[in-house]
């Protein structure tokens, strides 16, 4: 049974960090591609970061990139975010996702087919 449980969330103020990870049992993780979706109170999910099966190429949403990075250490089977110059709309439940096949740039095209349980993250001075 493939799993996916996202860790690392919490409480931080404007400007500050943190470092989500997301550990995976059940699958052959190297083999697949991940991303990190978030929600927000009362907001849809919203993609947040991909990267491919090697971790060559990483995707991000624009409301993240320059702030939030991607990364996977398959021989450990985790993927991370790390989270940079945290703003108060950045305050959702973050999910961890497996992609079963992607046929052209995230998140469209790429088929997120397992998500974790979320771990909150939570913005505020």
């Known amino acids: 049974q493939v799993q996916l449980v996202e860790s690392g969330g919490g409480l931080a103020q404007p400007g500050e960090s943190l470092s989500l990870s997301c550990a995976t049992s059940g699958l052959y993780f190297s083999n697949y591609a991940m991303g990190w979706f978030r929600q927000a109170p009362g907001k849809e999910r919203e993609f947040v970061a991909a990267?491919?099966?090697?971790?060559?190429?990483?995707y991000y949403s624009d409301a993240v990139k320059g702030r939030f990075t991607i990364s996977r250490d398959n021989a450990k089977n985790t993927l991370y975010l790390q989270l940079n110059s945290l703003k108060f709309e950045d305050t959702a439940v973050y999910y961890c996702?497996?992609?079963?096949?992607?046929?052209?740039?995230?998140?469209?095209?790429?088929?997120?087919?397992?998500w974790g349980q979320g771990t909150q993250v939570t913005v505020s001075s």
């Open positions: 990267i491919t099966w090697s971790g060559s190429s990483t």
């Open positions: 996702t497996k992609s079963q096949g992607e046929t052209g740039p995230p998140p469209a095209a790429w088929d997120f087919d397992t």
